[in-house]
């Protein structure tokens, strides 16, 4: 990214601190991209990635992450090279890589940066800045079908989630309840077997003959996020920034599943994961420490980041 200075857009002002994130997070996608493309694997921008090339021919200026998506079976093949793909700095980050979490995608990771959440001082997971890459799954259109389906797949997340849960986080009381449970049941059946299973839940149903696909593994919805197979036959690349990322051949059909017929009219909402502690220059285990002393420093930086 090539200006990091503080710049106003859409009358919203982007501080030079969210700047230099926005940078790394650009590297992040290129660092992607060119795996991709030395493997014969293809990527598209989604989600507010995607709206933001599409309406400001770069990042939402109140937006503060970059979101991918690939087929499940170019992500298979990602997550099996990515080891030897993805040097210091980069981590790719899954529930195979870092089992202190549960994640049903991939991110990609600059370990020698900070990216957290409030509730996420205390986990032992890699908090760098990071992209998403979402997995898209073929759709089941039976409705009887989907429902033992998305059942399945869901009893299966809870225990997931549940295991990497913090018990001393608040908490519902069924959620304790399921956390308590898993963790329980992870004494005596293998973690990663059993995210494994998860998976191979989502492989029954082939994306290559079906008619729509979603990013079930990550919201399993019957309504929402689901969109044309045929649109992920090959990629268009169009302006993102000073750059040019891949989008899905037919960019209105991804974006009405996200945000309806009206996506081109700007709507100041939050992220899906809220306002995070974000610092492009200084690992995060630097910062956790800090902010442990220090826990105002948290709103401090947020009210730096997002000037709204």
């Known amino acids: 990214m090539r200006n990091l200075e503080t710049e106003v857009r859409n009358g919203y002002t982007i501080p030079h601190e969210m700047k230099q994130v926005w940078s790394v997070q650009m590297d992040l996608a290129k660092a992607l991209i060119d795996v991709c493309r030395r493997n014969g694997l293809m990527c598209w921008m989604d989600s507010g990635t995607l709206l933001g090339a599409v309406r400001h021919q770069g990042f939402i200026p109140w937006d ?12 298979d093949k990602l997550v099996k090279i990515a080891d030897k793909e993805f040097q210091h700095p980069y981590f790719f980050q899954n ?10 995608h991939g991110t990609l990771r600059h ?17 760098g800045i990071d992209i998403d890459i979402f997995v898209l799954d073929g759709f089941i259109e039976n ?30 009381f069924d959620k304790r309840l399921i956390a308590w449970a898993s963790k329980g049941l992870y004494r ?16 029954m149903v082939d994306a290559d003959k079906s008619e729509r696909v979603s990013v079930l593994a990550y919201r399993y919805s019957s309504h929402r996020r689901i969109r044309k197979r045929s649109s992920y036959n090959e990629q268009v690349w169009i302006p993102f920034e000073n750059v040019v990322y891949p989008a899905p051949s037919d960019t209105h059909d991804a974006l009405v599943c996200y945000f309806g ?20 220059t ?23 980041l997002y000037t709204d």
């Open 64 to 75: 503060d992450d970059i979101d991918f998506v690939m087929l499940r079976k170019d992500y």
């Open 188 to 203: 005596f059946v293998s973690y990663k077997k059993a995210f494994a299973f998860y998976e191979q839940l989502f492989r």
């Open 143 to 172: 409705p009887v079908l989907r429902f033992f389906h998305r059942t399945a797949t869901m009893i299966v997340k809870k225990s997931l989630r549940g295991y990497v849960a913090d018990l001393n986080d608040k908490m519902k």
């Open 261 to 280: 017929d009206d996506y081109m009219t700007p709507l100041h909402l939050p992220t899906a994961h809220g306002r995070r502690y974000l610092d492009a």
């Open 95 to 104: 529930t195979y890589s870092d089992q202190n979490l549960y994640l049903g």
């Open 282 to 304: 200084r690992p995060y285990q630097e910062v956790v420490e800090e902010l442990k002393q220090h826990p105002e420093q948290f709103a401090e930086r947020i009210k730096l």
């Open 111 to 127: 370990v020698e940066s900070t990216a957290l959440c409030d509730y996420e001082l205390n986990r032992k997971y890699c908090r």
